[in-house]
Nanobody
Framework: QVQLVESGGGLVQTGESLRLSCAAS????????MHWYRQAPGKQREWVAS???????NYADSGKGRFTISRDNAKNTMRLQINSLRPEETGVYYCNAHITTRRSGSFSYTSRDYWGQGTQVTVSS
């Protein structure tokens, strides 16, 4: 019923930039905080950045000054601008969002976290 779809990944060289996008669709009542995570080969998934429904942002230390997260509440979309990419930032980038849905014809609401399928970012040295 709810889908998160990431896009914008690709192969870039060290120092280049990318802009990742995430679009939420489905029977959405409200989208709360949205996050980006990254999973490098052979490593655990790690948190990269977050943006609340009110637009407050937070970043992992490694991305401060180079990453910019933003969202469009009207469109249920989120973006991550990544500048000066480094080889160690290679991995699959995942979108995560806390979303509330409402059952059609009722006042029954359900809230849970959703994940996208990920978009591959490869940074060559």
């Amino acid at each position: 019923q709810v889908q998160l779809v990431e896009s914008g990944g690709g192969l870039v060289q060290t120092g280049e930039s990318l802009r990742l996008s995430c679009a939420a669709s489905g029977n959405i009542f409200m989208v709360d905080t949205m996050h980006w995570y990254r999973q490098a080969p052979g490593k655990q998934r790690e948190w990269v950045a977050s943006v609340t429904g009110g637009g407050d942002t937070n970043y992992a230390d490694s991305g401060k000054g180079r990453f910019t997260i933003s969202r469009d509440n009207a469109k249920n979309t989120m973006r991550l601008q990544i500048n000066s990419l480094r080889p160690e930032e290679t991995g699959v980038y995942y979108c995560n969002a806390h979303i509330t849905t409402r059952r059609s014809g009722s006042f029954s609401y359900t809230s849970r976290d959703y994940w996208g399928q990920g978009t591959q970012v490869t940074v060559s040295s």
